[in-house]
């Protein structure tokens, strides 16, 4: 590991102008290109304390040896030779989105005598003309197929078409009318190219025009009689339309535009592209990218541009191109792209009407990328090997630590505290053994001691369950919470009190990892628990979120795993699993408080009685006026039970008028059946009603 203070440049080195910079390791190898507005202000920035850096900062300038950079005129000309070094020399700290060249593309290549329509994938070639991509070749073929009767392109291979040639016979698609047969001399070259243009004209969008003169000539076929042309033309433009109801059109006026959406996490990114030409989607891409140096939502696109238009000149560039974020600056690229097509490109965010509605199509896709690209990647068993042993060697453990459980407190300024364990067994979430937990040893907000306690409860259960000689049955499934245990612990139904091989569960299990969602202190608290048990054999560390920093108990500074390790990946997807469970059961316990009554407060009356009184009374107000033998009524509902719901009501506080708040009006109406005061079964979101949302945690 290099010291950057070794090979630090001197201020007054540093031009203070536009240019891109490169850091090498010690072999003399790029590992990290960029582009600035002032070399000299950039530049400094990446040698200050080592620890103000960001982790992915860090971890670059020591793997740096040294840095040189090339200053040039504008911002325009650093952002093009940034790209142009990335291609050339393929820094790993760079952002790399991973390449697109399987998506097939519909291709004519105009570089030849005869131009030939064909799918074709990987670099593009100077001279031919490409279309989409599209998802499937088959959906390629399926066009072509329809636009071959209007439009007879040559589509065969250079072999096939050079044996014809020699034969003198054209192949079966000459004989089928969806062939000019150039081949065998039944048109010229000229002609044959001036189709290939129309074909081309038709698939960049210039639709409509091509439409009305197949019309015209229709109609004046008809008007002279040739009734045979006249019908063949009619097919053409039936073939012509249905090639066209393939794209739906999704923006009127005929637009041309690029849409660019990211969905993105602390680790990965994923880039979602649809192609807009002539106001439907003629083609649409995606790139993965993991995440190894600290970016923006702004730069992520930028990255995405250069990839994209990079190699593109001309109609390839689109008038517009709509990101979800703008580059800083965005002048620079603008320009840049306005270079590249020669003309005028407008890059911005939508903000209403079509437009932005199909910015949110697109990153929906985006996001639906990012999970489906996760989800193969965490169930590759090579990967989860990689993975585990990557934590085993980060952490000094002694083998892979095929039990992790993770530990998360959640609470929204300080109420309904509650924590949640997540296991993982392989690399591989175990949700049947999940828990949930209240904080009670105190009220109020305290992570530290709410991580102690939780810590504390789960391991003298474990400790209590090795003592013992009988099955003690697992927590609950899923995420379902019927009862709770005396230790807090939700406790299963009965159905799902045995494993898959029929026996029972057991929670005396232990990790050999234990991971706290937080730094140091909370690391510090679930040794300590651990320490106070007498377990001294299950590790501990904490995923600290906002730096994505590991840290062990004792240990002064993080362990900083790098950001494309399997390892860290891992630890984090077992972090934030357990802040869903987390929250998601701080939001249930909220939305419960928010809509409790006086009936929950009787012991012994199940959702189904409470059902059944308040359909017999129709509210809880005429329930709570009713005299003991009138509750009695109810079937189900004996008398002691009915003095019981009595003796609730009279001990709770009678609720506040309603008040109608357009009038001041204190209105005194029969409330309607299904109100909320308390009634089961209500239905509540999974968000309350409460606007500090926001400042959950």
């Not at 210039?206 to 009734?227: F, I, K, S």
């Not at 190699?311 to 703008?326: I, K, S, Y």
């Amino acid at each position: 590991m290099a010291d950057p203070s070794s090979y630090r440049p001197k201020p007054g080195e540093i031009p203070d102008s536009p240019g891109v910079y490169r850091f090498r390791d010690e072999h003399r190898r790029v590992i990290y290109v960029g582009k600035a507005k002032s070399l000299r202000q950039r530049l400094a920035n990446y040698f200050q304390d080592l620890a103000g850096l960001h982790p992915r900062t860090r971890s670059m300038v020591t793997t740096a040896a040294s840095v040189e950079w090339t200053v040039v005129s504008t911002e325009v000309e650093a952002l093009q030779l940034e790209y142009s070094w990335i291609k050339e020399y393929d820094p790993r700290f760079n952002v790399k989105y991973r390449d697109d060249k399987s998506y097939p593309y519909l291709a004519v290549t105009m570089n030849e005598e005869f131009p030939r329509v064909q799918v074709m994938r990987g670099h593009k070639k100077k001279g031919v003309r490409y279309f989409g991509p599209y998802a499937h070749a088959w959906a390629i073929r399926d066009t072509v197929d329809l636009l071959l009767r209007v439009f007879p392109v040559r589509t065969c291979s250079a072999g096939v078409f050079k044996n014809a040639a020699r034969t003198g016979r054209p192949c079966l698609l000459g004989y089928i009318d969806k062939c000019s047969a150039p081949c065998v001399d039944r048109v010229s070259a000229e002609d044959h190219r001036e189709l290939a243009e129309e074909f081309c004209d038709f698939m960049a969008g210039r639709t409509g025009t091509y439409l009305r003169r197949l019309e015209q000539r229709m109609a004046q076929a008809a008007e002279d009689m040739e009734y045979e042309r006249a019908a063949r033309l009619r097919d053409d433009i039936g073939a012509l339309k249905k090639a066209m109801e393939k794209n739906a059109v999704v923006l009127a006026d005929a637009t041309d535009a690029d849409l660019i959406a990211v969905a993105e996490d602390e680790l990965e990114a994923a880039v979602q592209i649809f192609h807009v030409r002539g106001g439907r989607v003629r083609g649409q891409r995606g790139w993965v990218t993991d995440k190894v140096e600290e970016i923006t939502t702004g730069a992520l696109v930028e990255h995405a541009l250069q990839q994209l238009y990079g190699e593109e000149t001309g109609d390839a560039v689109p008038r517009e191109v709509l990101v979800p974020a703008l580059p800083d600056p965005v002048e620079p690229v603008q320009q840049w792209l306005t270079g590249r097509r020669g003309a005028n490109v407008s890059l911005r965010v939508p903000q209403r009407g079509d437009k932005k509605a199909l910015m949110e199509t697109v990153q929906r896709n985006a996001q639906q990328a990012l999970v489906l690209h996760k989800t193969k990647r965490a169930s590759d068993l090579t990967t989860r090997s990689r993975a585990l042993e990557e934590i085993a060697d980060a952490l000094g453990l002694d083998s892979a630590p095929l039990r992790i459980e993770c530990y998360d407190v959640s609470h929204l300024q300080g109420d309904d505290v509650v924590a949640s364990m997540v296991v993982f067994e392989d690399g591989l979430a175990r949700k049947s053994e999940y828990r949930r937990f209240q904080i009670k040893s105190f009220a109020g907000q305290d992570d530290v001691r709410s991580m102690h306690e939780v810590i504390t409860r789960r391991f003298r259960r474990y400790l209590a369950e090795k003592e013992r000689t009988g099955e003690w049955t697992d927590g609950e499934a899923g995420e379902s919470a019927p009862g709770t245990a005396p230790d807090g612990l939700t406790e299963p139904p009965e159905n799902t009190l045995t494993d898959d091989d029929g026996r029972p569960k057991r929670f005396a299990y232990p990790p050999q990892l234990v991971v706290v969602d937080g730094g140091a202190p909370q690391v510090a608290a679930a040794r300590r628990a651990l320490d106070e048990l007498g377990i001294d054999d299950i590790a501990v560390c904490g995923l600290a979120k906002r730096l994505e920093e590991v840290w062990l108990p004792g240990d002064d500074d993080p362990v900083v795993l790098p950001r494309t390790s399997e390892g860290l990946y891992l630890l984090q997807r077992v972090r934030d699993e357990a802040h869903r469970f987390a929250i998601t059961y701080q939001r249930t316990r909220r939305a419960k408080r928010f809509r409790a009554g006086p009936l929950d407060e009787v012991p012994g009356l199940g959702e189904t009685r409470k059902r059944a009184l308040i359909k017999h009374f129709g509210s809880v107000k005429r329930l709570r006026s009713a005299t003991i033998e009138q509750i009695c009524e109810v079937p189900g509902i004996g008398r002691k039970t009915a003095e019981v719901i009595v003796a609730a009501f009279a001990r709770a506080e009678p609720p506040a008028p309603a008040v109608n708040t357009a009038t001041g009006e204190i209105m005194d109406d029969e409330e309607e059946p299904g109100q909320a005061t308390g009634s089961p079964g209500e239905p509540v979101s999974a968000g309350a009603p409460d606007d500090r949302r926001g400042q959950e945690r």
